[in-house]
């Protein structure tokens, strides 16, 4: 079984950094094309950035208009693991942060179409 587990939350201030990563185990990870998404309480799940299956030369990446600009994925396929940057951070990006994977759809950012999740980490900005 596919499983992802992600780290790297935490409390940070407005204007500060953090990077996430997700490790993803039990299948073959240049298979997966990968995302992540984030969820606020009383919101729903939104797509932050994705990112192909190629990382060379460059993995081809899409963003959610929100983060352009200031958050940075990546992937190391030799690590089996993701990466989110996250820099000049907001208020607004505190949220639950969840990694995501699926062979099928390329750049998605919507949930219903990744078929593999971790169980999140926390992001609050205060």
């Known amino acids: 079984d596919v499983q992802l587990v992600e780290s790297g939350g935490g409390l940070v201030r407005p204007g500060g950094s953090l990077r996430l990563s997700c490790v993803l185990s039990?299948?073959?990870?240049?298979?997966?094309?990968l995302a992540w998404f984030r969820q606020a309480p009383g919101k729903e799940r939104e797509g932050v950035a994705a990112?192909?299956?190629?990382?060379?030369?460059?993995?081809?990446?899409r963003y959610a208009d929100s983060v352009k600009g200031r958050f940075t994925i990546s992937r190391d396929n030799a690590k089996n693991t993701l990466y989110l940057q996250m820099n000049s951070l907001k208020l607004e990006d505190t949220a639950m942060y969840y990694c995501?994977?699926?062979?099928?759809?390329?750049?998605?950012?919507?949930?219903?179409?990744?078929?593999?999740w971790g169980q999140g980490t926390q992001v609050t900005v205060s």
């Open positions: 990112i192909d299956r190629d990382v060379d030369p460059d993995g081809t990446t």
């Open positions: 995501a994977a699926d062979r099928r759809y390329y750049l998605r950012l919507q949930s219903r179409e990744y078929a593999f």
């Open positions: 039990g299948d073959i990870f240049t298979d997966h094309y």
